[in-house]
């Protein structure tokens, strides 16, 4: 079943990387903190393919996500830099979870 749902998850992200979505990929910034960028001309995909990738990366460790800033900026393309964790999935942060949104149109 897990094979299943990593192949899926690796084949939509190769169809969503053929669309002209941008990425930088999973970076550590250490410990349990993590980032990634993502563009694309619509909002929806860029912000969707952004989140979908930082859970996926904390299933992998199974770990829950735990989102603490995004920041979207609007010129031509969409671009979303998301700020997040990998917790435990009994973390009290994750029953009221708090995260500041940063917003730029150019």
């Known amino acids: 079943m897990k094979t299943i749902a990593v192949s899926a998850t690796l084949l939509a992200m190769l169809a969503v990387s053929a669309c002209g979505v ?3 990929g999973v970076r550590t910034l250490g410990g349990d903190t993590y980032t990634i960028t993502v563009d ?8 969707g ?24 900026q609007h010129q031509v393309r969409y ?3 998301i700020t997040f964790q990998c917790v435990d999935a ?5 029953e009221n ?10």
Do not use: Q
Request: glycine share 4%.
């Open 22 to 24: 941008k990425t930088s």
């Open 40 to 47: 694309d001309l619509d909002d929806t995909t860029a912000k």
């Open 49 to 72: 393919t952004a989140l979908g990738l930082a859970e996926h990366h904390c299933k992998e460790m199974n770990k829950s996500l735990l989102v603490t800033k995004i920041f979207k």
């Open 79 to 81: 671009r979303y830099d």
């Open 90 to 94: 009994g973390d009290p942060r994750l």
């Open 97 to 106: 979870p708090e995260y500041e949104t940063i917003y730029r149109s150019e």
